[in-house]
């Protein structure tokens, strides 16, 4: 007989479908459940240097979801990188559990902000990496991951205009496009961010290799977005 | 006389030299002040642009990384504006700040009502834990911009005016300070309305409280005024009547009391002119306030 001990085994991006049914009871998620799952894997499992063990290292990368609606793949991700417990997963949005529909950052080990209101994300990391070279921390990364219809917000807007010319070379954005906007963007997504300075690369948000690709491309003296086209939310 | 708000950039300037914690958050006004200081920390004094949304942002990711940010507007840009991110991207994520304002009230009504913000105090008792310190002097407001910024990682508020008393008073950024003693009520002058409330109670036998420091309320010094004075209450404050009518009713929920909040009116006057002139159209000059506040304390009996 075989035992394994949830406490410590490793779990890989195939895991995650069965972490989420903790949460929802269903295996099978629409597309719009899922729509930051792969891009959320290939962070953490790769990109990112942040681990469960260094949560208050200054040096430590950060991640902020911005788009907190349909978290459960962002749970499932920290459930499976060992930040928090996967049995918190079952719990998941009942009074008792640190586990909401929209993360709190107070409850959530790993969580770098608490969001839900849309558009709160990306000026919070101009903050974030501004604080972190006025102190001389010049290798953590900041990374904020917001959705295509998030981009609705002018707040978003305000960050993307001041953090091109200020060429905050640290922080990454990564939109997350299941065309969801009402009104699409004109010119598109990467238009705006390269319009204000940044550095685009536009990639499938299910292909891994791409993702990783993008999400390491080099672009000195400027901030860098990846817009991870998925399904579309109605199709 | 130099303004509460000509002693703004230099004092933070100086903290600036001294603490590498500290940074400052603008979004264009009031930048100038801050030239030389950009220089010698042109990675700690920022300037946004206009973009009120993103200065709360940015003070809160400064926070986020341990810093200490003070962020400086207008008080209708500072706190009205971007509201809910002072709510969330502060009070939700907890962290602190050190909030800044000028313009208060009605510091230039020529500029009309978008410039006047006399409900920010109000606004920010919807949400938890904030720190609010109205200073009535430019002294005062050195003092307390001293502490404000000292203040761990505090969510603190400095409301600065260009309406002033003409003498600062000593202040320690909590107490209230007895500034006279009578036996007919109680009357609480917050900040650059003390001058007028001293005038107005002229040969009126109330007691005088002056609040600097008006969140928390140091309620334990107004229970204790009510003991010798009895528990008519009167509130003077420079910004919407009635904002600490319910803090002031909390404190005194023990006895049986009157409390009456006068301030700012909340009608729009949709007038110019001056800040004197506003000050008395609102009842707050030292003739409207003696007519009302006598014939409030003299109404109980």
Redesign the interface.
């Known amino acids: 007989m075989t035992i394994i001990d949830e406490g410590t085994r490793t779990y890989g991006c195939t895991d995650l479908p069965r972490l989420m049914a903790l949460m929802t009871g269903d295996e099978k998620h629409g597309p719009a459940a899922t729509s930051t799952l792969d891009v959320l894997w290939v962070l953490y499992d790769r990109v990112l240097r942040v681990e469960p063990g260094r949560l208050e290292d200054p040096g430590r990368d950060r991640f902020l979801l911005s788009k907190g609606h349909g978290p459960m793949a962002y749970y499932a991700v920290l459930a499976a990188k060992g930040f928090v417990p996967v049995d918190w997963l079952p719990g998941f949005g009942s009074y008792d559990s640190p586990l909401g529909h929209h993360p709190d950052r107070m409850l959530v080990p790993g969580a770098e902000i608490g969001s839900g209101s849309l558009g709160h994300g990306l000026p919070i990391a101009v903050g974030t990496a501004l604080g972190l070279r006025a102190q001389g921390l010049v290798e953590p990364r900041v990374w904020v991951l917001i959705g295509d219809a998030e981009l609705d917000e002018g707040s978003n807007h305000e960050a993307i205009a001041f953090a091109g010319p200020a060429g905050l070379d640290r922080l990454h954005t990564v939109v997350v496009d299941n065309a969801s906007a009402s009104h699409a963007r004109p010119g598109g997504i990467a238009a705006r961010f390269d319009a204000a300075g940044w550095s685009t690369v536009t990639v499938d948000g299910r292909d891994h290799a791409a993702l990783h690709a993008a999400f390491t491309a080099p672009h000195p003296g400027r901030p860098h977005v990846v817009v991870a086209r998925v399904e579309p939310k109605s199709a | 006389m130099d303004t509460m708000r000509d002693r703004f950039a230099p004092v933070i300037s100086r903290l600036l030299d001294e603490d590498?914690r500290v940074?400052v958050?603008l979004a264009e006004i009031g930048v100038d002040g801050f030239a030389d200081a950009r220089g010698r920390h042109p990675?700690?004094v920022?300037n946004?642009?206009i973009?009120e949304?993103?200065l709360?942002?940015?003070?809160?990711?400064?926070?986020?990384?341990?810093?200490r940010?003070v962020v400086h507007t207008f008080a209708s840009f500072l706190v009205e504006r971007p509201f809910?991110?002072v709510k969330?991207?502060l009070g939700?994520?907890?962290v602190g700040a050190v909030l800044v304002s000028a313009a208060a009230s009605f510091d230039w009504p020529a500029g009309g009502y978008t410039h006047m913000a006399p409900g920010d105090v109000a606004l920010l008792d919807t949400v938890d834990g904030w720190t609010v310190h109205v200073p009535g002097h430019p002294d005062e407001a050195e003092t307390l911009l001293r502490q404000a910024v000292a203040a761990d990682d505090d969510k603190v508020y400095v409301r600065l005016s260009v309406q002033s008393n003409a003498h600062g008073l000593p202040v320690d950024g909590a107490r209230l300070r007895t500034v006279r003693e009578g036996r007919a009520g109680v009357v609480l002058a917050v900040g650059p309305t003390l001058d007028a409330v001293l005038d107005a109670t002229e040969g009126i036998d109330v007691t005088v409280l002056y609040a600097t420091t008006v969140r928390p309320l140091d309620t334990a010094a107004l229970r204790r005024a009510t003991e010798s004075a009895g528990t008519d209450v009167v509130l003077v404050e420079p910004y919407l009547a009635g904002t600490s009518t319910a803090t002031v009713n909390d404190a005194l929920s023990h006895v049986p009391h009157r409390v009456l909040g006068l301030g700012v009116g909340r009608r729009e006057l949709r007038r110019y002119g001056t800040v004197e002139e506003h000050v008395a159209a609102h009842g707050l000059d030292a003739r409207s306030l003696r007519e009302r506040i006598a014939g409030f304390v003299a109404g109980a009996r």
Not at chain 2, 56 to 67: D, K, N, P, Q, R
């Open positions: 590498p940074a958050v990675d700690r920022i946004v642009g973009r949304q993103l709360i942002g940015t003070g809160a990711g400064l926070a986020l990384t341990g810093l940010p809910e991110q969330l991207d939700h994520q907890g």
